[in-house]
């Protein structure tokens, strides 16, 4: 038997008893038991589960479990550090090789994979993959291979990674080792890649519902989106911590600039700031409550912070997958979160235009635009906006009320707009489909501007023939066009609508076209409503929390997060210290019976906690 063609541990403990004595946790939640033991007992698989859905104890319980270290593939340096302070904070000694090691760093790690002193080890892909960490792993025990955010290894993925593509030697080098692929975010033509790609054909698949239940989505008509966001941030989530996405730097400066004026704390980052800036602003984010932070799509893979209350996009992100992935980052805790869009015309032809200007070949743009137009589509839905995107993953969803987005809870009207799309069609026909959509509604609603004199638009017959709507409500008419695929935006021709093949049917009649209209004077209420499938994760807290003892635990974990310079969600997760605010534990047995306590944890800061509680009660 090779060295790393490792087995089970003899007489090892249950993986049930792992999971509460290391991670404090008193039970399983969906397939992540059948997966521990199906990889615990050598198999390979893929794993598709949302995020906050438990993704990392699909691996980390069979890498104590097992014989050997778990390597663990991942190419998000900060995640890799988060997940190894909470791994040590839980008593598992885990470590990283990466980039930010020096050389005496590098070569201790390896000395200690090879004394067989380590559980876990973190590395990035493109270190795996050279000579000498590949002669290392050859030497060493090895349980497993986790390779994580498994999407980067496909060319059809929203964030394709080529250095991932090297990762299938790991199958022909140590065809003995379990392999575990796992993502919160593909489809089907991604998971059959990262199948092919990483040799798991024959493997079984455990795909969890990716469904969120408690984030609410909200997609908003950009109007002005500077003032439209911060209305958001006041009046829904004051004093959270929130992700902006902005596409390009300029962008994430000035809003970042407009929230600080606002009164919200908020930080840039993009790829343009200095390291040490970006950086710090990192930190502040992950290590401070209350912080926003606007950045660019660069930000956010690998950040470990569950409390994020929201996130929200002032541009369209590329793909469903892209929107799902970002959108993920909120609410990790299970807590009730926001994802929030403002989004218009302009953004559809600025990810079109991308699209056609890029190097890509011609079938990766047919895909990205087939990608982007399915996520207009989700931007356009009258209904339930759950409902398409859990479809749009190949999820079956019985109900057409989720109860937690805002076409559920202020369902938008419906109007035959036959006759305005046929007017719209007319126009950009008649005035030679060279012209963007101001210009249309000028000629629509009848204004002489200078363009429209100057190509005698006037004197058309379409001249005036749409002053029933205003330019707010024809711009939504065209934006819909756009989205049912009746109009689309020449990026060669300075962004002209031009007619598809499918508006033939309009302009004749035989095609039946239904708009949406925002429902007047309705509002997103601020409460969440029941959602479908109920919390994601369970609740912690049986019976409200007490304030001040929550405050209290709050302070004692920061001063203990600064002095081991961890984020404080590595000390105790917000939903441990809920449970113990609200359970109010007297003894160290009582403690050790909240979720999120194991057995370190209790020996570490058991004595502390019991102590802040009956300070409370005194």
Known sequence: MSPSAVLPRDNAPDALSVLNSVFGLPAFRGAQEEIVRHVTSGGNCLVL???????????????????????????????????????????????????????????????????????????????LLTPRCLSLLGQANIALFAIDEAHCVSQWGH????????????????PDVPRIAL?????????????????????????????RPNIRY???????????????????????????????????????????????????????????????????FINEDGVVIVATIAFGMGIDKPDVRFVAHLDLPKSIEAYYQETGRAGRDGKDSSAWMAYGLSDIVQQRRMIDESTGSDAFKRVSIGKLDALVALAETAGCRRGRLLGYFGEEVSGSNCGNCDN??????????????????????????????????????????????????????VFGIGRDLNEKQWRAVIRQLVAMGHLRADSEAFNALKLTESARGVLKGETEIMLREAAPGTRIRANRAKSRRGDLAPRAEAKPADAPLQAALRAWRADIARQRS?????????????????????????????????????????????????????
């Open 218 to 284: 909200e997609i908003v008509e950009k109007q002005n989106a500077p003032a439209q966001l911060k209305a958001f941030i006041s009046e829904r989530h004051a004093g959270d911590a929130g992700i902006v996405y902005c596409l390009s730097r300029a962008k994430v400066e000035d809003t970042a600039h407009a929230l600080t004026s606002a009164g919200i704390p908020a930080l840039p980052y993009h790829a343009g700031l200095d390291a040490g800036v970006r950086a710090r602003n990192q930190d502040r």
């Open 566 to 618: 961890v984020p404080a969600y590595v000390v105790l997760h917000d939903s441990t210290i809920d449970g113990i605010a609200a359970a109010r534990p007297m003894t160290l047995n009582d403690l050790r019976n909240i979720p999120g306590i194991g057995d370190k944890k209790l020996e570490h800061y058991g004595d502390e906690l019991l102590a802040l509680v009956r300070s409370a009660d005194a």
């Open 408 to 461: 559920c809870l202020s369902p938008p009207q419906l109007r035959d707009g036959k006759v305005a799309a046929q007017k719209l069609l007319s126009t950009a026909y008649r005035t030679g489909q060279r012209f963007g959509a101001m210009h249309l509604i000028d000629v629509l609603v009848g204004r002489l501007t200078e363009k429209v004199t100057q190509f005698n638009h006037d004197k058309l017959s």
């Open 49 to 127: 589960m949302p995020t906050g859905g438990g993704k990392s104890l699909c691996y980390q319980l069979p890498s104590l479990l097992r014989e050997g270290c778990g390597i663990v593939v991942s190419p998000l340096i900060a995640l890799m550090r988060d997940q190894v302070a909470g791994l040590l904070e839980a008593g598992v000694n885990a470590a990283v090789l990466n980039s930010t090691l020096s050389f005496d760093e590098a070569s201790e790690v390896e000395r200690r994979l090879l004394a067989g002193d380590l559980d876990l080890l973190y590395v990035a892909p493109e270190r």
């Open 159 to 174: 964030d394709f990674r080529p250095e991932y593509i090297g990762l299938s030697a790991i199958a022909e080098r140590f």
């Open 183 to 211: 993502t919160a975010t593909a489809d089907e033509m991604t998971r059959k890649e990262i199948v092919t790609r990483l040799g798991l054909t024959g493997a079984p698949s455990f795909i969890s519902s990716f469904d």
